[in-house]
Each structure stands twice: as structure tokens, then as C-alpha cells.
């Protein structure tokens, strides 16, 4: 397997943890099953997140009695989500493998892929071909939702999210940047060369490293041509935040939360 892009940042799975601890893992999640029930499905009995890091809302469906998988890229990731998973006393098939080409013994109802992993997904084929993946481990009728950068970050010059922030905990306090002034754009893949800077002072001394990797955005447009061209899945939802009420066209939308509904399965052409 390749080695992932940003990996020596996600190699510091507990400041990556701590950093991105802002979020509201209860309330994210009671969003993502109102979503999907939204949509007239049952509540699921399985998820699989992808590009999950720390697995924070693999675990919060876990505590929920959902039989949760995780999967990424990053060995530090995958070790680190198994530790809060045992400290936590729940139960999480945590998988190392790459999002675009996997195999897992069973389907599952529900995959979910949060703030932003499908940056890394750098060309239109790797998306395409994750949702292929994706979709051979969802169950028909199955549901996969995505949360993206809200197309405004990178269309315009309004910017919905901080990229420079800080966060402590106890003896640990962690300062992440997200991209800087001079990180280049390539217009014709689409992607950006990200710089990331973490900086921390944690009981065992301090960290500082920069590292820097290339991300894709994606257009809401492009997605709906992704899927048609794909043809696995239809858009059935979207959303500005996590807020059933918040459309992606809310002056307050800040994130492009996608739900995909997995088609019955293609019938054979008949002779
Ligand atoms: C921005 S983090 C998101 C982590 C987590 N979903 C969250 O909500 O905090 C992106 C994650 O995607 C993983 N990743 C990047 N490329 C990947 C790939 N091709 N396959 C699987 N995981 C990948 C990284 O290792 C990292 O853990």
C-alpha cells in the first residue's frame, strides 16, 4: 500500500484527536442516522467509516449498539482508534487498507466518510473507483454519507471554516494550521499542494513538524456527473451542516454533506 498523503501528521493520531476534538460526536452522529431514516430507511445495524482516523463517530455508533468497522490508510491511526476503543470497552473491526480498493468480509447499511478524508482521493478515476468499493460493501438500498468542504472555500474568497486553531487538554496543548499563503493550486488535477503545521508541548516535550501533501476539491456539479458516470449510486439528500433544516444554499451552510442511496442491484440485460 502506498503511504498516505499527510501521513507524518496523522502519525500523531492523539494531537490529530485532540486538534479536531472541537466537533460534537454525539450530535454529529444523531444527524447522520436522522439523515439516513430521513430518507426512509431503518436505523442501521452496521457502519463502516472510511478515511476514519480516530474513529470517533465509528465508536460513537459502536456505544449505540450499531456493529461498527473503521478503515484507513494510517497505521498510527488504525492502533490508535483499536486503544480509545478498548479503553472504551467497545466493540470496532478497525481495518488498515486503502479507501479506493478494500475487501471486508460483509456488507454493512450505512458508510460514512467525514470532514473532508475524499480530498485525498486526488483524480475523478480514484473517486470513481472508491465508489465501486464502497458500493460492493454496501447492502442494496444501503446509504453513504459524505461530508465535504463546502464548495465556497475554494470557489470564493468567503471562508466558512478556521484553518489555523488551537486546542488543550490537561498538559497538552496543540496548534494545527491548515494550508498557508503560497500553497500551490494545480488547475488541471484540481488539487492543491497543503502545507499542514502542527506545533505542540505535551508531558514527553514538545512537537513541531510541517508537512505538506496534495488534496482535491470537489463541486457539488462534479459529483453529480461522478455518480452518473459511476452509476452505483443516487444523490438523495444534501446539506450545509449538520442540521436536517440546513441546505448546502443556506447563507449558513459551511460543510457539503452528500447522503448517497446505493441502487438495487443492475438486472442483466435480457437477450
Ligand atoms: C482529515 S482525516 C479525517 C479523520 C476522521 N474521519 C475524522 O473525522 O477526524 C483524513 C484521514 O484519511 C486517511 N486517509 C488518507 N488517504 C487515505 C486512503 N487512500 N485510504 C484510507 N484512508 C486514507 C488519513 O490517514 C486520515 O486518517
Not at 57 to 62: F, I, N, S
Not at 209 to 234: H, N, P, V
Not at 236 to 262: H, P, T
Request: glycine share 6%.
Amino acid at each position: 500500500m502506498t503511504e498516505p498523503q499527510h501521513d507524518d501528521i496523522y502519525h500523531h493520531a492523539a494531537l490529530y484527536d485532540l486538534a479536531f476534538s472541537y466537533r460534537d460526536y454525539v450530535a454529529e452522529v444523531d444527524f447522520l442516522l436522522a439523515a439516513m431514516t430521513q430518507q426512509g430507511k431503518a436505523l442501521p445495524s452496521s457502519v463502516l467509516e472510511l478515511g476514519a482516523g480516530p474513529a470517533r463517530h465509528a465508536l460513537e455508533c459502536a456505544r449505540r449498539g450499531i456493529k461498527a468497522v473503521a478503515l484507513d490508510a494510517s497505521a498510527a491511526m488504525v492502533a490508535y482508534g483499536l486503544e480509545l476503543a478498548r479503553q472504551a470497552e467497545l466493540d470496532l473491526n478497525y481495518v488498515q487498507a486503502d479507501m479506493r480498493n478494500f475487501t471486508l468480509a460483509e456488507p454493512v447499511d450505512l458508510a460514512l466518510l467525514m470532514i473532508d478524508s475524499a480530498s485525498y482521493l486526488l483524480s475523478q478515476s480514484d473517486f470513481c473507483q472508491h465508489l465501486t468499493t464502497v458500493a460492493a460493501h454496501l447492502r442494496p438500498g444501503g446509504v453513504y454519507i459524505l461530508e465535504l468542504s463546502h464548495p465556497k472555500d475554494f470557489l470564493t474568497p468567503e471562508l466558512s471554516v478556521e484553518t489555523a486553531w488551537e486546542m488543550a487538554a490537561g498538559e497538552t496543548r496543540v496548534h494545527f494550521q491548515w494550508g498557508e499563503t503560497g500553497d500551490v493550486f494545480d488547475p488541471i488535477s484540481q488539487t492543491t499542494q497543503v502545507t499542514v503545521k502542527l506545533k505542540a508541548e505535551t508531558p514527553q516535550g514538545p512537537v513541531a513538524l510541517t508537512d505538506s501533501a496534495a488534496q482535491r476539491c470537489y463541486t457539488y456539479q462534479e459529483i453529480l456527473a461522478l455518480l452518473a458516470l459511476q452509476g452505483d449510486f443516487k444523490l438523495a439528500a444534501s446539506y450545509g451542516g449538520f442540521k436536517l433544516e440546513m441546505g448546502l444554499s443556506d447563507q449558513r451552510a459551511w460543510r457539503m454533506i452528500l447522503v448517497l442511496e446505493r441502487k438495487e442491484a443492475r438486472l442483466p440485460a435480457s437477450g
